[in-house]
């Protein structure tokens, strides 16, 4: 299955208007987290949507998990992630699809694999979905208040790109390639995830990448939440947010996905106990967050177009 377009093909008619945008990335299967983001968005007033731009599959091995989770997202709006494109397809050479870069380790890429491969066994048992996961878009174009947004999963080029991670993203040559991304995409946001941790960059010209990281794992260092990406026109803010960019009309907020994690924990050990392959990458992650700081996800590289306002973290199990 095709993992490739160009970033002209998303200089087209927006599919999706809305006066706010939520879109979820990364869910990974977690079932506490996806009732959190439904009753966040359900919560919202005005012309609402609603986007799953991908890997809403992971940890969910269980058969009832695999089918719930997939069931309910898409009832939504959903995009297909490297892990979805995988589960659709027959190709099980193809591992996990995540197109890691070379700062991650063979091992870290051995276990992913793994989860892949357990994942790939429960979906079987489900053609039905599976081959409505086949039939999901690689992207989308929205339009919320009079800026253009492209959502993608991974970055411009592919679904699997890591060129809108945190790390390409402290490269001078990767920004001025996303600035020429954006020029041809015609887009003032791009919204995406893929590369498990967030970051906002705003770029010449009011432009602003916002990557969302994780929906459904900690991303900052000591907390157990996760974060989606609000993008409003509307001038309600949220109730909370970790930052907030302000930029062609519109205010583009990362939001904390508060959900039950001592029942995501429950479910996770359910499949993934002590020494196996999930357990052994993601287990302090989940349970401790990551070392990563809200501070270090924020990218200026606008010069005085726009704002970019920090709000405190809440701390959650601190060490």
């Known amino acids: 299955m095709s993992y490739r377009y160009a970033p002209v093909s998303l200089a087209r008619e927006p599919e999706l208007i809305a006066d706010t945008l939520y879109v ?18 359900a919560a919202d007033t005005g012309r609402t949507a609603m986007v799953f731009n991908g890997d809403f599959n992971w ?16 009832e939504h709006v959903a995009l297909r992630g490297n892990v979805e494109t995988e589960l659709a397809g027959d190709n099980a050479e193809a591992g996990c699809g995540c197109g890691y870069p070379d700062w991650v380790s063979d091992a870290e890429v051995g276990r992913s694999n793994a989860v892949m491969e357990r994942l790939r066994d429960t979906a079987r048992a489900f053609p039905g979905l599976r081959e409505r996961l086949g039939l999901l878009p690689l992207n989308l174009v929205a339009r919320v208040g009079s800026a253009r947004v492209a959502i993608v999963h991974g970055d411009a080029e592919s679904l699997a790109g890591w060129g809108f991670s945190q790390e ?11 600035s020429h991304w954006f020029e041809e995409a015609r887009a003032d946001i791009f919204a995406s995830s893929h590369t498990c941790l967030p970051v906002a960059c705003e770029l010449p010209g009011g432009r602003v990448l916002v990557n969302n990281g994780a929906a459904g794992m900690p991303n900052f260092r000591a907390t157990q939440h996760g974060v989606i990406t609000r ?9 909370s947010s970790l930052y907030t960019i302000e930029a062609n009309g519109v205010r583009i907020e990362a939001l904390p996905l508060h959900y039950d994690a001592t029942r995501f924990e429950r479910e996770f050990l359910d499949s993934w106990p002590p020494g196996s ?9 989940i349970t401790r967050g990551t070392d990563y700081g809200v ?21 959650e199990n601190p060490t």
Not at 231 to 239: H, Q
Not at 280 to 285: D, E, G, I, T, V
Not at 303 to 312: A, D, V
């Open 168 to 178: 390409a993203l402290e490269n001078p040559d990767q920004i001025a390639k996303a």
């Open 24 to 41: 979820v990335g990364g869910l990974y299967g977690n079932r506490p987290a996806l009732a959190s983001v439904l009753a966040l968005a």
């Open 277 to 285: 392959a999930a357990h052994l990458s993601y287990y302090a992650r």
């Open 295 to 315: 501070g270090q996800a924020i990218r200026r590289h606008a010069g005085p177009i726009g704002s970019i306002r920090q709000k405190p973290l809440r701390q």
């Open 231 to 239: 993008i409003s026109a509307t001038r309600v803010p949220a109730a």
């Open 59 to 74: 940890f969910n091995v269980d058969p009832e998990g695999f089918d719930y989770v997939n069931r309910t997202v898409l």
